[in-house]
């Protein structure tokens, strides 16, 4: 009976139904509507399956000329049937609750509704039939499933009874959220019950133990074991009751380290352990875990107490632990966890031999059971097995870059052996080689090794590459100059880059912003040295120019190397001068420093040099002026590095023009006081012969009329304990001048000015009785 409903095209049957009167007309009236509708979809569904039938041949026009013949119209509906049969509001306000035939109506509207959305499938299952050709059979698979479960619910839908229909709308009623007077809840979401959390932290924390306890075989004695490490760990616990605990805590545990090591609250107490126990405990632990330390050094907590092992065990733990890494080497420098270990031990611990054993696994397998004492570098192997030196290089190349894919390229143990390699191998090998590292230079810069391949990078680079290399350093200069390994990086980039622009802009503000902490600094001054005096063998040791010499022929580098020094020299000693001009007590307060501050005023031009002369006279003759170093107090004529200094930019002087040099500036602005405060010091009357063997006229005119009566009686009663040197002078002069003097116990360094003011021995050279200065 309910499944005539769906049969009627237009004119549906009019249906009885047991028990139940006649609906009103208004119903009935929706019912027809709704089955208009209904045989509105299942035309529009039969005329898109005769679209889809056609032959494949016929063109679209024939498609489209094929549609035009295909006619409908829309069934007329009048006023009431266009008013909306799915107004829940109004409807639920006519309706009796006890009224069944209203059930029925509404059981026949939601089945409609069901068809409805069975019918836009199968026309969509009708129109995919076509793409279904092209290979869209998943879309096509999906549709016809959802057609049968569909079919199926309607053929079940079918079966049921006008009763059992209205129970099934009954229970729905009772479960929804409709308020007993027909109005629909504005509020669906279902009130949940608050979980007790206490409950089920409870239940959580029982469940972790649960786990524990299967994970352990001693998860009682753990227990134990980690209430002692809290009693450890206090600074207030005493010496005798820790060793006391930490007894306990090992017998609580020994046999069992390997199963507990790999957690991390028992990885804590281990390296506790490690750290408070005695000789004996750190080395039964070691044998212990000595089996599987590969394999602890790879995981996230138990890697720490390998680290524990290496730091606090004695020298036989120390051996055991790294030959354990024999044969493995590879393996764990690609490792994220297990290299930082590794590089520790080679760099810390490993005595010569154990660094050769390890580096030897990168020359081949051979090397990885079999360790030969012989081999300490791939010339070793070559000399050793000449006739495998292809497959050793190809080998070692091999392993280098396992690692290198790692990002692992801050070890020394990997600098040694890809400086070794590069040393080794052929051009383009080495050029791949360095085209993989310049992009890490910045880590190259750790060790001494790592600092000759960062060189090599940039030697061997084109322009391009040279610029990134520049580039990666920006923002790290002053760090990098600093480093013992890595300002060598920085000089040379001040060789063989041409781009002297690029310099400028990149590393010199970083320098000069930051010139003073560098200068002061041992390594960092060798930086500013470069820059300002090049190569001179005064400041800097063979063995080092020897390695920047080596890139002075390079393909890349076009510049003449004397105009690249001016243009580097140009832009950092301006800047420097006015440094020296601001602060002469800081450039003048230790002998390191006075190094490069004579370099500076030896090498430097222009009016800036003048103002920095200028402030280092008005310094040093400035009575409050003091130099504190090593603990002791000095004036600065008396301190030993600002005396050299002085002494030698008087020396300069012969090739400076006479009205510029630092001779006249600073006789300028002596003064008598200043003068006779400065003869009562040993440097500081070898600094007034050094004025007058100048030989300069101006400068030795200023000084004759300082040289006053009371000048000479200060001179005369200078007394000193070297009355050997005055001994030995006496030898050589004549007597007469002795007397003349007075003193035989004399302060050489005051006869000595005294007689080259009198005249009466004018063929003595500086530097023959050198006393001091």
């Known amino acids: 009976m309910m499944g005539e409903i769906f049969v009627g095209a237009t004119n549906p049957p009019k249906q009885e139904i047991a028990g139940a009167t006649d609906p009103p007309k208004q119903s009935s009236i929706k019912l027809d509507h709704l089955s208009k509708s209904l045989s509105n979809k299942k035309r529009k569904a039969k005329t898109t399956l005769m679209v889809a039938n056609t032959n494949e041949d016929e063109t679209n026009s024939s498609k489209e000329s094929l549609k035009k013949k295909i006619k409908y119209e829309k069934p007329s509906l009048n006023v009431n049937s266009r008013a909306s049969p799915l107004n829940k509001e109004k409807l639920s306000k006519k309706v009796d609750e006890e009224n069944e035939d209203e059930v029925v109506i509404e059981t026949k509207k939601s089945v409609v509704k069901k068809v409805g959305k069975f019918e836009k499938?199968?026309?969509?299952?009708?129109?995919?039939?076509?793409?279904?050709?092209?290979?869209?059979?998943?879309?096509?698979?999906?549709?016809?499933?959802?057609?049968?479960?569909?079919?199926?619910?309607?053929?079940?839908?079918?079966?049921?009874?006008?009763?059992?229909?209205?129970?099934?709308?009954?229970?729905?009623?009772?479960?929804?959220?409709?308020?007993?007077?027909?109005?629909?809840?504005?509020?669906?979401?279902?009130?949940?019950?608050?979980?007790?959390?206490?409950?089920?932290?409870?239940?959580?924390?029982?469940?972790?133990?649960?786990?524990?306890?299967?994970?352990?075989?001693?998860?009682?004695?753990?227990?134990?074991?980690?209430?002692?490490?809290?009693?450890?760990?206090?600074?207030?616990?005493?010496?005798?009751?820790?060793?006391?605990?930490?007894?306990?805590?090992?017998?609580?545990?020994?046999?069992?380290?390997?199963?507990?090591?790999?957690?991390?609250?028992?990885?804590?107490?281990?390296?506790w352990l490690l750290k408070l126990g005695s000789e004996?405990?750190?080395?039964?632990?070691?044998?212990?875990?000595?089996?599987?330390?590969?394999?602890?050094?790879?995981?996230?907590?138990?890697?720490?107490?390998?680290?524990?092992?290496?730091?606090?065990?004695?020298?036989?733990?120390?051996?055991c632990v790294i030959q354990s890494f024999y044969g493995n080497v590879v393996k764990l420098m690609r490792h994220k966890l297990a290299a930082p270990v590794v590089e520790l031990a080679y760099s810390t611990w490993a005595t010569n031999e154990q660094k050769a054993a390890l580096r030897q696994e990168f020359y081949g397998s051979m090397y990885k059971v079999d360790k030969d004492p012989k081999i300490h570098c791939l010339a070793n192997v070559f000399e050793s097995l000449p006739d495998f030196k292809t497959s050793t290089l190809e080998t070692?190349?091999?392993?280098?870059?396992?690692?290198?894919?790692?990002?692992?390229s801050t070890s020394s143990l990997m600098h040694t052996v890809i400086f070794d390699y590069l040393n080794h191998c052929s051009k383009e090998d080495r050029m791949t080689m360095l085209e993989q590292l310049r992009g890490s230079i910045l880590e190259l810069l750790t060790t001494k090794e790592g600092a000759h391949i960062a060189v090599m990078c940039l030697r061997d680079g084109s322009n391009k590459d040279r610029k990134l290399c520049v580039k990666s350093l920006k923002s790290h200069v002053k760090d990098i100059a600093k480093s013992e390994h890595g300002h060598l990086v920085l000089?040379?980039?001040?060789?063989?880059?041409?781009?002297?622009?690029?310099?400028?802009?990149?590393?010199?503000?970083?320098?000069?912003?930051?010139?003073?902490?560098?200068?002061?600094?041992?390594?960092?001054?060798?930086?500013?040295?470069?820059?300002?005096?090049?190569?001179?063998?005064?400041?800097?040791h063979p063995a080092g120019l020897g390695i920047l010499k080596q890139g002075d022929e390079t393909e890349f580098s076009k510049k003449d190397a004397n105009v690249r020094r001016a243009e580097l020299l140009n832009g950092i000693s301006d800047d420097l001068l006015k440094t020296i001009e601001k602060t002469p007590e800081v450039w003048l307060s230790n002998c390191?420093?006075?190094?490069?501050?004579?370099?500076?005023?030896?090498?430097?031009?222009?009016?800036?040099?003048?103002?920095?002369?200028?402030?280092?006279?008005?310094?040093?003759?400035?009575?409050?002026?003091?130099?504190?170093?090593?603990?002791?107090?000095?004036?600065?004529?008396?301190?030993?590095?600002?005396?050299?200094?002085?002494?030698?930019?008087?020396?300069?002087?012969?090739?400076?023009?006479?009205?510029?040099?630092?001779?006249?500036?600073?006789?300028?602005?002596?003064?008598?006081?200043?003068?006779?405060?400065?003869?009562?010091?040993?440097?500081?009357?070898?600094?007034?012969?050094?004025?007058?063997?100048?030989?300069?006229?101006?400068?030795?005119?200023?000084?004759?009329?300082?040289?006053?009566?009371?000048?000479?009686?200060?001179?005369?009663?200078?007394?000193?304990?070297?009355?050997?040197?005055?001994?030995?002078?006496?030898?050589?002069?004549?007597?007469?001048?002795?007397?003349?003097?007075?003193?035989?116990?004399?302060?050489?360094?005051?006869?000595?000015?005294w007689w080259r003011l009198e005249g009466e021995i004018p063929g003595l050279e500086w530097g023959t009785h050198a006393a001091g200065g």
């Open 491 to 540: 000089l040379a980039m001040f060789d063989c880059i041409d781009d002297t622009v690029l310099l400028k802009k990149a590393l010199f503000p970083e320098l000069v912003s930051n010139i003073t902490e560098i200068a002061a600094d041992g390594h960092g001054r060798r930086v500013i040295l470069y820059l300002v005096a090049h190569r001179d063998s005064h400041y800097f």
């Open 121 to 271: 499938q199968s026309s969509l299952s009708n129109k995919l039939n076509i793409s279904e050709k092209a290979g869209q059979n998943n879309e096509v698979e999906g549709i016809i499933k959802s057609k049968k479960n569909m079919t199926k619910k309607l053929t079940n839908f079918e079966k049921l009874t006008n009763e059992e229909i209205a129970a099934v709308l009954e229970s729905k009623k009772a479960t929804s959220s409709r308020p007993s007077n027909g109005q629909f809840s504005k509020n669906k979401t279902k009130v949940v019950a608050k979980p007790n959390w206490a409950k089920l932290k409870e239940e959580k924390k029982k469940l972790k133990l649960h786990r524990k306890k299967e994970r352990y075989s001693i998860f009682e004695r753990t227990i134990q074991a980690k209430k002692l490490w809290e009693k450890v760990r206090l600074s207030k616990c005493p010496l005798t009751e820790r060793e006391t605990l930490i007894s306990e805590m090992y017998d609580l545990l020994k046999d069992h380290m390997v199963e507990v090591v790999h957690s991390h609250d028992m990885g804590r107490v281990i390296q």
């Open 592 to 753: 390191s420093i006075t190094i490069v501050t004579l370099a500076a005023l030896k090498y430097g031009k222009g009016p800036n040099l003048k103002k920095a002369f200028q402030a280092i006279t008005l310094y040093i003759s400035d009575p409050l002026s003091m130099i504190k170093e090593d603990d002791k107090t000095y004036l600065p004529i008396e301190h030993s590095g600002v005396h050299f200094l002085l002494k030698k930019l008087i020396q300069f002087d012969r090739e400076r023009d006479p009205e510029d040099c630092f001779s006249s500036v600073l006789v300028s602005s002596l003064e008598e006081t200043t003068f006779q405060w400065w003869i009562r010091y040993n440097r500081g009357c070898f600094l007034i012969v050094k004025l007058i063997e100048l030989g300069v006229e101006t400068v030795q005119a200023k000084i004759k009329q300082m040289f006053s009566s009371k000048t000479k009686q200060l001179l005369k009663a200078q007394q000193s304990t070297g009355e050997k040197r005055c001994e030995s002078l006496s030898a050589t002069l004549s007597p007469t001048t002795c007397i003349v003097q007075g003193q035989k116990n004399m302060l050489y360094s005051s006869a000595v000015m």
């Open 280 to 319: 004996k405990i750190r080395d039964r632990i070691t044998e212990e875990l000595k089996q599987s330390l590969v394999e602890l050094i790879q995981l996230k907590y138990a890697h720490f107490c390998v680290k524990r092992m290496l730091k606090y065990g004695s020298k036989k733990s120390q051996q």
């Open 396 to 408: 070692t190349k091999s392993n280098i870059m396992k690692v290198l894919d790692k990002k692992s």
